[in-house]
């Protein structure tokens, strides 16, 4: 009678199935791999490099593109199958709206892991032959990118059972991604307003930054898979910019924060999957 | 209620109301088991809404349906395991093939994965079933989608618009895979904008308008309740889109139409001879007179669009 694991497990080998042949999943993850290697061919300068800019250099190219394969896989998951009648057929076989819903996270969120693990996979041989690497806080890394990248496959799930049509939750995945793009810019207009100096955060003196507003940059899932990764490498300086922050930006925090920007719209579209006329 | 044995599917005072818009009305009716029902309306009339609600898809504002006495909800697992449902409007994924798309159809059913080849060919697909359906015709996808719906032999089909986008040579195949079907004691309602699709095989026929029910019942009663006349086309050169004033006074006349320099004119058989010697009196100059059987599609028209003027 509950929920049946085998039925949402074959729903995510199908979605798995059919995304990994995806061609723009395809074409994004060439772009993602392509961009990582050269971005630690670069840094790495033909010498023994500086792993602290490498990182930094992958992480510009992950914080545009992971977000952006994440939204590409879930925006039209469920409008879109609805829209076209796929998801009627699905709905008319003995499978609970849950295991369906669950089932597209995992197999969709599998296509994306695949995608990251071969962009820093690749870019990790590169790695190896010219920097000083640290191979722990690399598989770290790996992991937030992952975990961002389930964030937002997780926002745009969110949308796609929400609204009725797929244009407007395309429309809504644009939305969420400018939102984790600028969301900071928001925080630090805020700062100005009330009085704080943004000069202070761009030339590193962040005693003068009041501690709220590294709290809401934090809950940023974008400001705060950036912060937990330079934190996994142990990196106090970016580009000459030191990073110095207050001591409840710790990883652990920064985790639980990105886990609730996952489980919190994944339970949302349960909620409205349950109750939506397909 | 009746004593008989249990519907393979009652609707009990259905309706859905979307916003503002009354998609299903108090719809009542029954299903039994065994028969080929026919679902029949204009586009619009809440035929696709009625099966969705059947289907559990659709939660509807008002009323229930029971299948087989247990009552349709969005999770109702077991009774959708023994039905085989084609949606009006159907896709799959574009990047699997028909084989692949099948396989995970009989894994989500439970069912042994063995009959995929045969499925396959008894819809012609054969050539086609290593394909990505991505590159398919409308009509593959629909064929697809048949062939998904018989997965499991399920004892009870529900096809909306099954011959929709079908041409002549598989709408002949899939009506007779469906009287097939019946005789393997399979209960079967398929709807239909177009009444010629439903008549030569349907037991009982629900005519549905503006989300009510309008009529429940045997073909042979629907035509009566159709009441199908023959009409008389009088063919008089000069009428130029006019009616004589002298039609008027000739009484049991039902229906007058006219169409250039024809007349069209409904009424008994008996009334004929009279309304064309009334023409001439009025020195009208008959060129032609013939007349025409309207067919039960007509008349179905008719209802539909009688009820729109109404």
Known sequence: MGFDINKMLVISKKEFADNIRNRWIIILTVIFVSLTIAASIVAGGGEIGSMDDTVAGLLSIASLLIPIIGIMLGYGTISGEANSGALAVVLSYPVKRAEVLFGKFLGLGSVLSLSVLLGFGLSGVVIAATTDAQWGGYLVFIGLSILLGLVFLSLSLCCSAILKRRVASLGAGIVVFFFGMIVGLVFLGYLQATGGDTMDLIMGNFENIPDWFWFFASLSPMDGYQTASTQAFDISEVFGYRMDLPEFLNMPNIVISQLLWLFIPLILAYLFFERRDI | ?310
């Not at chain 2, 629909?142 to 909306?160: N, R, T």
């Open chain 2, 1 to 310: 209620m009746s004593a008989g044995e249990t519907a393979a599917i009652e609707a009990r005072d259905l309706t859905k109301h979307f916003k503002d818009v009354k998609a299903v009305q108090g719809l009542n009716m029954k299903v039994q088991k065994g028969e080929i029902f026919g679902f029949l309306g204009p586009n619009g009339a809440g035929k696709t809404t009625t099966i969705k609600m059947i289907m559990g898809l659709v939660r509807p504002t008002q009323g229930e349906v029971l299948v087989k006495g247990d009552q349709v909800g969005t999770n109702t697992v077991e009774i959708r395991q023994n039905i085989g449902f084609l949606p009006e409007r159907i896709s799959f994924y574009e990047n699997l093939t028909p084989v692949q798309t099948l396989n995970f159809f009989c894994e989500l059913k439970g069912e042994d994965k063995s009959c995929i080849d045969a499925l396959i060919e008894e819809v012609g697909l054969k050539e086609a079933a290593n394909r990505k359906m991505g590159t398919f015709s409308k009509g593959m996808v629909q064929l697809v989608g048949v062939a998904q719906a018989m997965i499991g032999d399920p004892s009870i089909y529900i096809l909306d618009e099954p011959m929709g986008g079908l041409d002549a040579r598989w709408v002949k195949v899939v009506r007779e895979k469906i009287k097939l079907l019946k005789d393997k004691g399979a209960t079967i309602i398929f709807s239909s904008h177009i009444l010629s699709e439903v008549e030569n095989i349907c037991d009982r026929v629900a005519i549905i308008d503006k989300g009510e029910l309008v009529a429940e019942d045997t073909i042979t009663n629907i035509s009566k309740l159709l009441d199908i006349r023959p009409q008389l086309v009088i063919m008089i050169p000069g009428l130029d889109g006019e009616v004589p004033g002298v039609v008027k006074t000739i009484d049991g006349i039902e229906r007058v139409g006219v169409g250039g320099d024809e007349l069209v004119i409904t009424c008994d058989s008996s009334l004929r001879a009279r309304v064309i010697s009334v023409l001439e009196e009025d020195g009208l100059k008959i060129e032609d007179i013939r007349t025409i059987e309207p067919s039960l599609e007509d008349a179905f028209v008719r209802l539909v669009s009688e009820r729109g003027g109404g």
